[in-house]
Structure formats: structure tokens, C-alpha cells
């Protein structure tokens, strides 16, 4: 654990963690899939003084009609976020079960250099068998191959992260080179389904390796910086967080807060009409504000952050806003990202040595 | 070159397209000035599509590359290297710009449908309709070492996948009918029943099934560029692109003859001959006076054909390797190696090496040119030079005459290398009424003055599924 205050992330994918969510937004339906939207959520997130954005994604729609059934990419729309921010993390979902890991490298690193070392990547599986198809690859079935996937994928992606070394770029006037070549190597990475030579065409990203995310039940356990761990209650959190196995963790809490215009529990309620929440397991905290303190007070002793999954954004993140951040701030439970600091130096976590450059120091030193 | 009366020409009313090629690869980008960038700073990337946008240019232009440059199997470490993902670096750009169009090199070789087109459609959404895709074909293993699909394809199946590719993503573009998303708040369905579909598409290169995600964007495709120069290509590009990125804009016939012979193939296509903006690759040099702007190519010049470059364009074309070799010595006394070309930049050698080096003999003997200067002068040639009167004449001509609609510049400096262009050479070209004072529209398209995309146009059958 990095220390007493929490670290806060929110989900901001499109108008909510429920999925009739959007019919209580504050935008028509076809203002959803808008860069200002983007924006908005993203400097809000920002100047409300969360750590971290987290951006839902998959090759499939989002829901199902009469919800909505559309998304921007979510590696565009952090790119998009983090150009239109400057301090705030931004962490997209890509899944590595059907994608090619060269290019989410690629696009990982690139977020990273475009938001000067703020990027996080969470991991995720495509388990549905549409996904096959809508990618036109042989199907991944079942826990043991969707783990092997994305085991693989984030071997490859941080093997390429490291595959330029921080100093790669030399720029000698007197030998005409502007590359050290002896900084630059195959990854040469063989797997059970593919192999992938290296370098990268990104130059290693500002934090050496992104803060990488994702559940500890799936194939990356073992290869995260952030576990993100479920839990019905209090005691299952911190035994989930117990035994994450990583240096950083975060619990899933989804919440529903009092607004001024009605409770949660109404809203809640008003929303089940058209469509269930369904319960994935995780902490649900519907009602006031102050109980949501509360709790997030007692969850500091355990983890290292929360992801914040709100019922709809319009309603819950200004109260989030406006109410509860500023109250953990008063009691120094929550830690405010410092303009210029990185993603992982924010969350307390060491830029990484890399993995080629301290085999080459000690092949020298043989 | 004279100034023609502008009513006089084939083309009184024409308009010239400038583009900028953020290239991040190759020698043609100066690294050893004390001005030379980052090539991977977000701030050179801001600065340069800034600047464009200041200059009215149409479009901010991203390569790619899918592996690091090799010579003889070792990284190519003499020129500028290490980019950002295309695609990426636009999303970030598009909220930082207005009004420049932000087009992405992206291969159909090594991606797939459901995953390059959804994420050009966000490109295109998120910048508001302002996205191109540049459409490149890969064939080689060498490439495919860092791809699932590894391999290659047959060198000719690479422009069947492209086109199979293309229609496939049109018909994911097409997939959201206009309106389909509901635009009031208490609308009983976030999008009306039946005005999404399915693509299923089962071909030679795809066979695929799935939802499309997302609606048209406010230029109802993104344009689509094109860059191949084989016969194939130019096909290629006659029956599905927007834009062709060409290389024929350094010689005015060769122009002309080449925009041609693609109007030529418009027509075989079915489609109108003026349905295409031809943008040549070009390097700009600027000088104050005509002495001034040869001084600054010569500086150019030595500055990207270093002794190490000389010896290594030099090896290229002899097929062997002459590092160590004095580039300001005289030219090679062995003859030239044919070698097998297996896709890697080192391999990309001359048709006819013999001739070739044959010609370079007896001109580097005529003038008393070292190896590095016959490289200068007789290398790969590019770019126009010349004083911003003198350019904007020239190109007012060029495109008057239809030899070309505009040019992708490259700047041989980032970020600032734009700067000339667009403080000398813009203005003398809007005081010739051959460039806009204002922006006119609000797409890529509108900026080009193309027609809508080409599956809006026809029946419904044409639409691929």
C-alpha cells in the first residue's frame, strides 16, 4: 500500500455503469458519441482531483437496444482526453485476446508520450463468441485460452515497451548515427499462438512501462501494477485485496448518491423499470454522501484506491464533484495528482528498470 | 517561369492543397541542427499541425511503420527513427485543432476490419469529420515477424485484400443510417429500431460478422488517400480513393503526365475525372533570393546526406556494403551486386544497378564529384526551391494546368521547418488567387471540394455485406 490517502479513478465510459443509464442523462442519445463529451467528463474527472479516468471498451457494442449500442475506441478517446487535460491519469480498456499486441504496444506507448507520462492500461478478455467473428479469428473458448491470450499480449506489450532503451536516441553528429543500435532489441517473444520479433516504432514511453490494471482472476495476474478486486462487502474486499499479488490495489465500488433532485435509491429504481443493474460481484453503495465517506474512510485501510463506477455521470459525478472528493480532501483521505507528475510516480510506484538495458550492463560487466 | 494570365489556362479558378507529412522516418528529416525536434514529443507534433492550420493548410499527415528499418539484418541507426501510432497521435491532435484534416498511413495488410475502421470512425468523430485514412499495402514476412498473422501475402493478393478491406469498411461506415441515434432526451430507444445493420461479409481475405458501433461522421466517410505508384496501384486508387499522395510533383510533364493518365483511369472507373485531388510528395525550400534559396538547398543537402548516408544510399545502389569506405573519396572502382529484395528498407535496390552506377561514373567524372556529392547530386531528388514569388508562380502554373491539385510537404525541419511556408510562400500564393484566405468549410472533405463518399452515391447493392 502506498500510504493513508486513497487513490480515486472513475469509469467514464459512456452515461453510466447502468445500462438504461443514458435515460436519465442530461444530453439528447446523439450527443453521446461527441468529442466535447469526451472533454467534459475528462476535465471534470480532472479538476474534481481524481487520479485516474478509465475508459470501457471491446469490439462489441456497449448494450444492447433499446440502450445504446455505440462507442468511440477507447485508446482515441483517452488520446482525445489527455490532450484536453494536464494532469489527470487516463487509462483505456484493451483487451489483447483477438488484437495484434505489436500494435497495442504501439498505441499504448503513444498515449503515454502524448499525455507526457499519465497513461494506464487496463486489461480485459473478450470472452463472447461474437468477438471471434466480429474480428475474423478463430475463437478463444474458455478460461484457460482466454488467460494464455492475455498473458501473452502483455508479455509482448511491455517486452516492447523495453525495447527501446530511454537513451536509444544518441544523435552522434561525429558517426552520423542517429540511433544506438546496441539500445534497441528483439524482443523475439515465441507463444503458444504467435511470436513477435521487435523493436517497437514508439520509442519507450515517458513512464518506461504504463501502469497496467486489470482483475488478478484473469490471465495477467502476476503481470499488473493495479489489481482491481471485487467484492460483495468489506470483509471480502480485503481479503480479495489480501491476496491480489500486486503492488498497487484498487476495489470496484459502484455508486449511486443522493442528488438534489431525487435519492438514490429512486433513481435507482426509476432506472430498474427499464433495465436490471446487474450485480457483478462488486461494492454497491446507493444512498448519501456521507455514507459513501464513510466507507471509502474504512476501504483506505485496505487498498490503495477505488474505481468508482457512477449509476449515470450526469447526476453522480458532480455530486462526487461537488460533495465528496472535497470531503475526503478536508479529512486528507484522498490524494490530488500534482501537475507534472506521472501516473506511476502519483500512485507511488518506481519507473522501472529496463529489462534489456540491465542484460546488456551485465553481459559488459562479464 | 512567366506569369500567365490566369484566364488563360485550362484551369483559371484552380485551387492549391497544401498537406503536411510529420514524416519521423528516413534521411530527408535534418536531426543534427541545433533547431532539429523531438520526433516524439507531443509538443513537435502540436507545433506543426498548429502552424499548418495558421497556414489554411487541408490536411496533417501521419506514416507508419510496422518494422524498424534493417540493413543487411541490422537497424538502420543513420537517419531519424521512432514514431508515435498514427491514429493515436490524431486523436490527441483533434483536440488541439479546429479545422486541419488529420490523415493516418494505416496498413490492410497487418490490421483488420472491425478494429482499424472502428477506430478511424472515432478519429473521424472525435475531430468532427476532419479524418483520412491513407491506405498501404505490406506483402513480406519480414513485416509479418511482429504480426499474429505473420506470413505474407502473395505480392498480388496485397491490393485485393486493400480493396476487400476498404469495402468492408465502407459498409461498417454505412452500417449506422443518418438519424439512427435519437436526438431528444425522453426518445423511448437510445437509436430507432432497424436503422442499424449487420455487415456479414464472407470473401477471399475476410470472413467476418458484426455490429458496426459507430454512426457517420459530418463527412460521412473518412477520405480516403492512396499513395501506390505501380499500375495496380494507380487502379486502385482511380476505383476507391479520395486522394492520391503521389510522386510525381518535382517536374512539371512528369506531373501532368501522371495526373493524366489518372483522370484516364477515372474514367475507365466510371467515375467523373475530377473526383480525385492529386498531392504529390515535395520537399519546399525558401530563400529570399534565388541565390539564397540554391545556398540554403546546399545546406539542406549536406546536412541529410551525411558521409555515413552517402555510403549507405551508395551501397544501396551498388548491393554492398560500404561502411568505412571515404565518402568524400571517389565513387567505388567494384561493379554492382544484383541481390534478392526480401522487403526490408536494405533491400530496396535499383532495377538495373549496372546502368545506373554506369551513368553516376561518367557524371561524377565529368564534374569531379566525390561519392558523397554524386549521392547529393544524382541520389533520390525531391522538392521545389526557389524564392516565394518565384515558387508560387510556378505552382499557381502546375496547378492551373491540372498537373497537380496541391502537395503534401515534408519539412526537412520539425517543428518549425513549416514556418517558411507559411509566412512567405501562403501569402504570395493568396495574393495569385490560387490558395484560400479562410477556411470554408468545417471537414477534410470540404476542404479537398470533394464529392460525397463513394457508396453514397450509387444503388444500394453496391454497398458490400
Redo the contacts between chains.
Keep these: 500500500m502506498s500510504g493513508p490517502a486513497l487513490h480515486l479513478a472513475v469509469e467514464i465510459d459512456g452515461d453510466g455503469a447502468h445500462p438504461a443509464a443514458w435515460r436519465r442523462a442530461a444530453h439528447a442519445p446523439d450527443l453521446l458519441l461527441s468529442p466535447r463529451r469526451v472533454a467534459t467528463l475528462a476535465t471534470t474527472a480532472e479538476n474534481a482531483g481524481f487520479t485516474l479516468i478509465t475508459l470501457d471498451d471491446g469490439v462489441l457494442p456497449p448494450g444492447t437496444s433499446p440502450n445504446p449500442v455505440g462507442r468511440i475506441g477507447a485508446v482515441e478517446r483517452a488520446a482525445f482526453a489527455a490532450a484536453s487535460t494536464s494532469t489527470i491519469g487516463v487509462a483505456p480498456v484493451v483487451p489483447v485476446t483477438y488484437a495484434e499486441p505489436f500494435h497495442v504496444s504501439g498505441q499504448l506507448a503513444s498515449l503515454d508520450h502524448v499525455s507526457a507520462g499519465r497513461a494506464g492500461w487496463v486489461v480485459a478478455q473478450e470472452e463472447r463468441p461474437e468477438a471471434a467473428r466480429a474480428w475474423g479469428r478463430p475463437l478463444v473458448a474458455e478460461a484457460d485460452a482466454w488467460a494464455r491470450e492475455s498473458r501473452d499480449g502483455v508479455e509482448v506489450v511491455r517486452a516492447l515497451w523495453d525495447s527501446w532503451e530511454d537513451d536509444a536516441v544518441i544523435r552522434s553528429v561525429a558517426t552520423s548515427r542517429y540511433l544506438d543500435r546496441d539500445r534497441l532489441h528483439y524482443i523475439d517473444f515465441t507463444g503458444e499462438t504467435y511470436a513477435v520479433k521487435g523493436p517497437a516504432i514508439v520509442p519507450r514511453p515517458p513512464q518506461g512501462q504504463l501502469v497496467v490494471l486489470g482483475s488478478p482472476a484473469d490471465g495477467a495476474a502476476g503481470l499488473l501494477d493495479v489489481a482491481l478486486v471485487g467484492g460483495g462487502d468489506l470483509p471480502a474486499v480485503a481479503t480479495a485485496a489480501a491476496s491480489a499479488g500486486a503492488p498497487r490495489v484498487f476495489a470496484e465500488v459502484e455508486v449511486a448518491l443522493d442528488t438534489p433532485g431525487a435519492a438514490a435509491g429512486e433513481r435507482v429504481a426509476d432506472l430498474g423499470r427499464h433495465a436490471p443493474w446487474t450485480d457483478r460481484g462488486r461494492l454497491r453503495h446507493i444512498g448519501p454522501v456521507e455514507r459513501l465517506v464513510a466507507l471509502l474512510a474504512d476501504l483506505s485501510r485496505h487498498v490503495d484506491g477505488v474505481r468508482l463506477h457512477p449509476l449515470v455521470l450526469d447526476e453522480d459525478l458532480p455530486v462526487l464533484s461537488r460533495l465528496v472528493l472535497p470531503a475526503l480532501s478536508e479529512r486528507r483521505l484522498v490524494a490530488r495528482p500534482l501537475p507534472g507528475t506521472s501516473l506511476r510516480a502519483t500512485l507511488g510506484l518506481e519507473r522501472p528498470a529496463n529489462r534489456f538495458a540491465a542484460t546488456a550492463v551485465q553481459e559488459g560487466a562479464r | 517561369m512567366t506569369r500567365t494570365d490566369p484566364l488563360d489556362v485550362p484551369r483559371p479558378h484552380a485551387q492549391l492543397h497544401f498537406g503536411v507529412f510529420f514524416q519521423g522516418v528516413n534521411h530527408w528529416t535534418i536531426?543534427?541542427a541545433p533547431e532539429?525536434g523531438s520526433?516524439?514529443?507531443?509538443a513537435s507534433f502540436r507545433r506543426v499541425a498548429q502552424t499548418a492550420e495558421r497556414g489554411l493548410f487541408d490536411a496533417f499527415f501521419l506514416g507508419e511503420?510496422?518494422?524498424?528499418r534493417e540493413v543487411d539484418g541490422?537497424?538502420h541507426?543513420?537517419?531519424?527513427?521512432?514514431?508515435?501510432?498514427a491514429?493515436?497521435?490524431l486523436?490527441?491532435?483533434?483536440?488541439?485543432t479546429r479545422r486541419i484534416g488529420l490523415v493516418s498511413t494505416s496498413n490492410s495488410t497487418?490490421?483488420?476490419?472491425?478494429?482499424l475502421a472502428?477506430?478511424l470512425?472515432?478519429?473521424d468523430?472525435?475531430?468532427?469529420g476532419r479524418a483520412g485514412w491513407n491506405v498501404v499495402t505490406t506483402d513480406n514476412a519480414w513485416t509479418g515477424?511482429?504480426?499474429?498473422r505473420?506470413g505474407y501475402l502473395d505480392h498480388a493478393d496485397r491490393y485485393r485484400r486493400a480493396e476487400e478491406f476498404l469495402a468492408v469498411a465502407r459498409a461498417l461506415w454505412d452500417g449506422?443510417e443518418d438519424g439512427a441515434?435519437?436526438?431528444?432526451?425522453n426518445?423511448?430507444?437510445?437509436?430507432a429500431?432497424g436503422t442499424?445493420h449487420h455487415v456479414r461479409h464472407k470473401g477471399a481475405q475476410?470472413?467476418?460478422?458484426?455490429?458496426p458501433?459507430?454512426?457517420r461522421s459530418a463527412q460521412g466517410h473518412p477520405v480516403i488517400f492512396q499513395a501506390g505508384d505501380s499500375g495496380e496501384g494507380r487502379d486502385f486508387a482511380a476505383r476507391n480513393a479520395d486522394v492520391i499522395f503521389s510522386a510525381h510533383g518535382g517536374d512539371f510533364d512528369d506531373a501532368l503526365a501522371f495526373a493524366e493518365d489518372i483522370r484516364r483511369r477515372l474514367r475507365v472507373a466510371g467515375r467523373p475525372d475530377d473526383d480525385l485531388r492529386i498531392l504529390p510528395g515535395t520537399e519546399i525550400i525558401i530563400g529570399a533570393t534565388e541565390e539564397e534559396a540554391q545556398e540554403k538547398k546546399r545546406w539542406v543537402r549536406r546536412q541529410q546526406v551525411?558521409?555515413?548516408?552517402a555510403l549507405g544510399i551508395a551501397g544501396l545502389l551498388w548491393g554492398i556494403d560500404l561502411s568505412g569506405r571515404d565518402a568524400d573519396g571517389p565513387l567505388p572502382e567494384e561493379d554492382p551486386v544484383v541481390t534478392e529484395n526480401d522487403g526490408s528498407f536494405g533491400a530496396r535496390r535499383v532495377a538495373d544497378p549496372r546502368a545506373v552506377v554506369a551513368e553516376w561514373r561518367a557524371k561524377a567524372a565529368a564534374h569531379g564529384w566525390s561519392l558523397r556529392e554524386a549521392v547529393i547530386e544524382l541520389g533520390p531528388q525531391r522538392g521545389h526551391v526557389g524564392t516565394p514569388s518565384g515558387l508560387a508562380d510556378k505552382f499557381a502554373h502546375y496547378v492551373r494546368h491540372g498537373a497537380v491539385d496541391g502537395f503534401n510537404v515534408t519539412p526537412y525541419l520539425v517543428p518549425d521547418g513549416l514556418d517558411d511556408i507559411v509566412d512567405l510562400l501562403v501569402p504570395a500564393l493568396q495574393e495569385r488567387g490560387v490558395y484560400r484566405t479562410e477556411y470554408t468549410g468545417s471537414t477534410l472533405r470540404d476542404h479537398l471540394g470533394l464529392r460525397e463518399p463513394l457508396t453514397h452515391r450509387c444503388a444500394p447493392e453496391r454497398r458490400a455485406g
Design positions: 536531426w543534427s532539429s520526433q516524439i514529443d507531443p511503420g510496422l518494422r524498424l541490422r537497424i541507426d543513420l537517419d531519424v527513427a521512432g514514431r508515435p501510432d491514429i493515436t497521435q486523436a490527441a491532435l483533434a483536440a488541439v497487418f490490421n483488420e476490419p472491425a478494429d472502428r477506430r470512425s472515432g478519429l468523430l472525435l475531430s468532427e515477424a511482429n504480426f499474429r505473420g449506422w441515434v435519437a436526438g431528444s432526451a426518445a423511448t430507444a437510445w437509436s429500431p442499424i475476410f470472413d467476418v460478422d458484426l455490429a458501433t459507430l454512426p551525411t558521409p555515413a548516408t
